[in-house]
T-cell receptor, first 116, second 109 residues
Framework: SQELEQSPQSLIVQEGKNLTINCTSSKTLYGLYWYKQKYGEGLIFLMMLQKGGEEKSHEKITAKLDEKKQQSSLHITASQPSHAGIYLCGADLQIYSGGGADGLTFGKGTHLIIQP | SAVISQKPSRDICQRGTSLTIQCQVDSQVTMMFWYRQQPGQSLTLIATANQGSEATYESGFVIDKFPISRPNLTFSTLTVSNMSPEDSSIYLC??????FGSGTRLTVV
């Protein structure tokens, strides 16, 4: 089974609406990274969370890591066409490492479409 | 954070041939990582490359198919050997969770 479950797989949202993407692990998340990817291109780093209960925001995007460090959510407020793309969570599942020092395990991604 | 230059950005190759992908980092880094993203799939770690030692491969990936070089602390190459259409993927290098190359989109025909 997938170590990192990401949901939903795809999401169609009307412009201006809020949305949430989830990333759930069966193991402790020692580092959780959120990325955005446009079709066929590389990854754009959004945010990284390490501590239980941590929350970070950048512009209209907020990411949280739960207290148990097994689930993270990415929330977009007042979505815009520029938010469209594929959102990926990547996790550091190895203890004693940080910053993805052992390579990351990725979720399958969420394909976000913004309807005008 | 480090900046990675990856090339080629895309290529179309004949089956049975090999392609070498290069990643150049603008600072010295201990470890570099190579990932594969098959169509519609997530990223899968191929191997970890440390300078001065052989790369460490993940389950399902072997050196004969994906030889990696790491001649110094700023450069690495991944070769996809004896390609088949199943190797059509995006290949990405990374130096940490923060920094990825722009990817190489490989199509094997």
């Amino acid at each position: 089974s997938q170590e990192l479950e990401q949901s939903p797989q795809s999401l169609i949202v009307q412009e201006g609406k809020n949305l949430t993407i989830n990333c759930t692990s069966s193991k402790t998340l020692y580092g959780l990274y959120w990325y955005k990817q446009k079709y066929g291109e590389g990854l754009i780093f959004l945010m990284m969370l390490q501590k239980g209960g941590e929350e970070k925001s950048h512009e209209k995007i907020t990411a949280k890591l739960d207290e148990k460090k097994q689930q993270s959510s990415l929330h977009i407020t007042a979505s815009q066409p520029s938010h469209a793309g594929i959102y990926l969570c990547g996790a550091d599942l190895q203890i004693y490492s940080g910053g993805g020092a052992d390579g990351l395990t990725f979720g399958k991604g969420t394909h976000l479409i913004i309807q005008p | 954070s480090a900046v990675i230059s990856q090339k080629p950005s895309r290529d179309i190759c004949q089956r049975g041939t090999s392609l070498t992908i290069q990643c150049q980092v603008d600072s010295q880094v201990t470890m570099m990582f190579w990932y594969r993203q098959q169509p519609g799939q997530s990223l899968t770690l191929i191997a970890t490359a440390n300078q001065g030692s052989e790369a460490t491969y993940e389950s399902g990936f072997v050196i004969d198919k994906f030889p990696i070089s790491r001649p110094n602390l700023t450069f690495s190459t991944l070769t996809v050997s004896n390609m088949s259409p199943e190797d059509s993927s995006i290949y990405l290098c990374s130096v940490s969770g923060y920094t990825f190359g722009s990817g190489t989109r490989l199509t094997v025909v």
